[in-house]
């Protein structure tokens, strides 16, 4: 660790919880020892974080760190090593796959490629999150087809700023009014915690500061719990309250992000 970063970073203890966790806001997210190996690889390698209740936090690091096997982790997408892993108060390593599905709902998860359904409109690929969150596949069409449902997504394209855009196939968008789209189908799910992976990397400078702050800026509004990746430093710093900086399998950097410039992030990546 350089002195920049050891100056700056808040210390991990040997197990790698971080003692962010206030009695005042529950930790919706807790890692400590996470390890995860593909082959002779050990790609993470005793991570710990905690992240408290409406913390937004971004994850950064060099390409194949493991910032993206770390979200994966988390959500059980990718079976973990060893560590635990507590996700809004559930130990989530030890939950069998009806329980698994159930708190995964509870997840929204925003990746660089949106994946809107091309065909679709703005407004029925922001109704499908409300399947998201819908237990049983019987009660499916009626959480697509309410008028409440409908009244639903429509307030979720206004609050990305596309009411106007709704009926518009999700073809004929541009790339960051598709990523807004798919911030909004998000939030139709109701998360509790949304995790991003790169949710600006295929945008232009723009409209990917565009949709940087209406990501931070809706979860902040929510009191949501946003973890992120970024490979942007000055959006690491602008939109979250801390950095993450992942090295070598483990958590170099871990600071707030008030008070930090890039200079002293780029000593993650050396
Ligand atoms: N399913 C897999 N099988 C084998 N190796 C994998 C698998 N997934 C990821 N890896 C390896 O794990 C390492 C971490 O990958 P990961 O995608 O988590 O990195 P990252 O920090 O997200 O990188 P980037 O910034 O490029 O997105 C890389 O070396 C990658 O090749
Ligand atoms: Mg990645």
Redesign the pocket.
């Known amino acids: 660790m350089t002195a920049a970063i050891s100056q700056r970073a808040i210390a991990v203890d040997a197990v790698g919880l971080s003692a962010r966790c206030i009695p005042a806001a529950p930790c919706d997210l807790v890692v400590g020892g996470l390890v995860k190996r593909?082959g002779e690889?050990t790609?993470l390698d005793g991570v710990g974080l905690s992240v408290p209740r409406g913390q937004s936090v971004a994850l950064i690091?060099s390409?194949?760190?493991?910032?993206?096997?770390m979200l994966r982790c988390c959500l059980r997408l990718i079976e973990p090593d060893e560590g635990e892993l507590n996700l809004l108060g559930q130990n989530i390593r030890a939950l069998r796959s009806g329980a698994l599905r159930q708190l995964r709902r509870r997840i929204g998860f925003v990746f660089q490629k949106h994946n809107l359904v091309p065909r679709n409109s703005a407004l029925t690929n922001v109704l499908h999150g409300a399947i998201a969150r819908t237990r049983s596949p019987r009660l499916w069409h009626q959480a697509l087809a309410s008028r409440q449902s409908r009244e639903e997504a429509m307030a979720c394209l206004d609050m990305v700023g596309l009411a106007d855009l709704a009926e518009r196939r999700a073809d004929r968008l541009s790339g960051g009014q598709s990523q807004r789209v798919a911030i909004a189908r998000t939030l139709m799910q109701r998360p509790a915690i949304v995790m991003a992976d790169?949710p600006a990397a295929s945008l232009d400078p723009v409209a990917a500061e565009e949709v940087m702050a209406l990501l931070f800026g809706l979860m902040k509004k929510q009191g949501l719990t946003l973890i992120y990746?970024s490979?942007n430093l000055r959006h690491a710093i602008d939109y979250a309250d801390r950095v993450v900086g992942l090295r070598g399998g483990r958590i170099a950097f871990d600071a707030a992000s008030a008070g930090q410039d890039a200079a002293s992030l780029e000593a993650v990546y050396g």
């Open positions: 593909f690889a790609v690091g390409n194949g760190a493991g910032k993206s096997t790169e990746t490979h």
